[in-house]
């Protein structure tokens, strides 16, 4: 063999050395995830379907947003700690602790995060932390009571939508504009204890059963009365960004999926495919870097530090280009009462000031 080839073989065989090694460790990462549930099912020509019947005024409601943006913080997060504490519901935070950012530490009071388990039922989850977040913000926004109840329960909104998208019985999974359906028609229900089921903690075992049986006939009058909810499709990056400025979380349905470890600025890096639905319930700019909060149903431990401020438990950061391609698989719903999507008050803007920042954030200990 010449020398000449010997170094051709030798490319190619370092080549092929990095493909392989690159393919395991993607089978790595994948199987990093498979004992947590995802269950994102598209179904465009549904979707399409039920975007029809969205009235036309909250695309308008939604333009008006997008040029009256001030471009401010927007946490709608911590509306729920002060909704949480004022109603008693004690299961649903937790003290963290961790860097202050100047060299010491600091306890802070988070909210958990939902948990879905291994069941596909991750649409449900993101809707009920949606709508969680809205009811705080409503209740915060008016300072009026009542508007916040408890948290809504995962379970019983997943068997809602499976039965608003006639996906009953099968295989788990479920859409985005199943879930809208749902919130339109059929309602929610809370984390609390119903004559005909005790909801208060979220089961993913049930979960599984609601999406194969329904939630029966007793539960789905316990959601309608009070619950029913407007949902507006978000069809670009730029409607996302104000919708979350002006309050409405948005239920996020795509395949992209993202690393284990949070940066500096507690964002994840895209990374992967994940057929998921996770909540969108903040967006921040940190040194000109616009960022967006997405809380996912994985449980408190699926990534890794840092966290940044007071977000919660399993939430991360995405950039903006990111979100927007996230987008772009059609399936993306911003959520509100009843009268749309209308611009809000400047309380709302102002989760993101250091002001409310030291309401919300509970200092347990603050020692170096």
Known sequence: MSFFDFIKCLFWAIIVFFVLAGSAFAQEAERGFQHYGMGWTPDPKATEEFVKTIPTIY???VEELIKLDTNEDAL???ALIPCLERYGVKNWTT???QSDGHGGTETILVVKAYQQGGVGSCVGNATAACLSVLNAVEEFNKKEPQEFTAMHSADGMYGLMREAAGMLGGRDGGTGSGAAKAIQTLGSLYCVKYDAADLTVNNPDRARQF???????????????????SAVRVNNVQEAWSLIGNGYPINVCSGQGFSRTRDKDGVCKPSGSWSHSMAVVGRKTINNRKLFLIWNSWGDNWCSDPYVDDMPMGSFGVDFSVLDGMLKRSDSFAYSDLNGFPKRSPIVLDFGTKEYLGYIVSPVSNKP
Do not use: D
């Not at 999406?211 to 909810?229: D, F, H, M, S, W």
């Open 211 to 229: 999406g194969r049986t329904g939630i029966g006939e007793k539960l789905k009058q316990e959601a309608k009365p009070r619950n029913v909810y």
């Open 76 to 78: 709608l997060y911590r």
């Open 59 to 61: 695309g308008v409601q």
């Open 95 to 97: 003290a963290r602790k």
